[in-house]
Structures are given as C-alpha cells and as structure tokens.
C-alpha cells in the first residue's frame, strides 16, 4: 500500500479527533474498519472507554504498509486553526544522500544476529547492500514482509518470516512490532527537534492504520504488535 502524506494522515488524525467531538465523522473504509472493528469481541481487552482529547497535545498516525510506509503528526492547536496542517518530513536515509527528503520509507528491517534491530527502511536498505558477504553472515534482512501476514495459513502468532536470504527466520510478531516501533520513534525525535515539546510533555495519541480487507484475527494481531511500544 503506498502511504499518501496527506490523506492518510489526515484519515488517521481526523479519526481520532472526530470520536472525541472536535470535527465530523470521516467516511473512509480503513476508518469504518477500524470503528467496527472496535465493536467486536476480539478487541474486549482494550477499554471502550475514550480519554478525554484534553489529555493529549499531539495526535499521530502510522502507516505499516506493503511496500512503502510512513508516519505523520498534528498538534492539537494546529488542527483546529487548519485541519490539513500536518507534519510528515522525516528524513529516512541517514546514511546516503539518496531518500532524504521523502515522506514514506521502504518497509524492510535490518536485524543484527546477536545485538537485534540495526535499522527499518531505506536506512536498512542502504547499510544491508553496503554489507560485504562474511558481513551478511552476521545479519537477518527482511524486505517486503507485510504481505505475509495476509497470506498466512497459520495463526499470526505463529507465523515465521524467513529473511531474503531464506537462511533463517524470526517470528513476524517481532518484525511488526520492531516496524512500528521504529516509525514511532522516528517521528519522536522529529517532534523532540521541533524545540515545541519538552520530552516530559508529549502527550500523543497514537492511531495505526489497517487496511479494510483484513480479518478480525490481523487487526487484532497489529494491535497487540503496536501495544508492545
């Protein structure tokens, strides 16, 4: 799925400020999916009950997608003066000058055998290539890997994600969660280097996307790979 910075965004944000008052409803089908799935029994281990939007500054949105994915904010005041003023300019390749400006990313991860996460991204992309042979001994790269989920004939929990290499394979819980966890620290310390928020203030409301084909048992799997972070 290609993560448009505006729209996408703007879904997610608007989503999480329309259930609390502050704008109309969106009609959108990954909205719509995402408040019906809310109503079913998969989800009764997450309260009903909605926060106040007072209690946050700064909603977020991250996109997971197939080939491509991203992530974007609003501050609180900001969507109220301008409901398109979003913020999406991350910078997702620190090691070559190729990417710098894009909105969205490449979804792969680079895995280091013993230490864990290296990089999610072009990041990941560019330092796996530049890896000499005896190097990509020592590492795990995964590429593409979302569709996987979809395809599954297992139980998500239980599914294994061989790597490019197809040398070995991680479980695609860990792979998801250290995805979104990468996006989300990304755009952290995006908001962090604004100068606007002291570490201690941000407050943010977070919303995942999800495509609208998927099942109950995938939605709920992303939930619970998000609630990890």
């Known amino acids: 799925s290609t993560f448009h910075p505006i729209k996408n965004a703007k879904y997610g ?3 999480a400020h329309e259930i609390n008052g ?11 999916s995402i408040q019906e799935a809310e109503k079913q029994p998969a989800y009764k281990t997450v309260s009903n009950k909605e926060p106040d939007m007072d209690d946050f500054n700064i909603v977020a949105a991250i996109d997971f997608g197939t080939a491509l994915s991203g992530c974007a904010y609003s501050t609180r005041k900001d969507f109220k003066d301008d409901k398109l003023l979003i913020n999406c300019q991350q910078c997702w ?3 070559d000058s190729m990417n710098q400006n894009m909105v969205k990313t490449a979804t792969c991860i680079l895995l280091h055998n013993k230490k864990g996460f290296e990089a999610f991204g072009f990041d990941a992309q560019c330092r796996y290539t530049h890896l000499d ?33 197809r040398k070995d394979s991680k ?17 952290i310390n995006e908001i962090k280097e604004t100068g606007k928020y002291p570490e201690t203030d941000l407050k943010i409301r977070w ?9 109950d048992e995938a939605k709920l799997f992303m939930r619970e790979c998000a609630r990890k972070n």
């Open 22 to 32: 502050l704008t109309d409803p969106t009609e959108n089908s990954c909205v719509s």
């Open 171 to 187: 479980p695609a819980e860990e792979l998801v969660s250290l995805s979104i966890k990468a996006l989300k620290d990304s755009l």
């Open 207 to 215: 919303v995942l996307t999800v495509p609208a084909i998927w099942d």
């Open 133 to 165: 042979i005896k190097e990509k001994d020592e590492y795990l790269y995964f590429s593409y890997f979302k569709m996987s989920l979809y395809n599954s004939t297992v139980p998500l929990h239980k599914l294994q994600i061989k790597d490019v290499r």
């Open 13 to 15: 944000i608007e989503w």
């Open 93 to 95: 390749n620190q090691y």
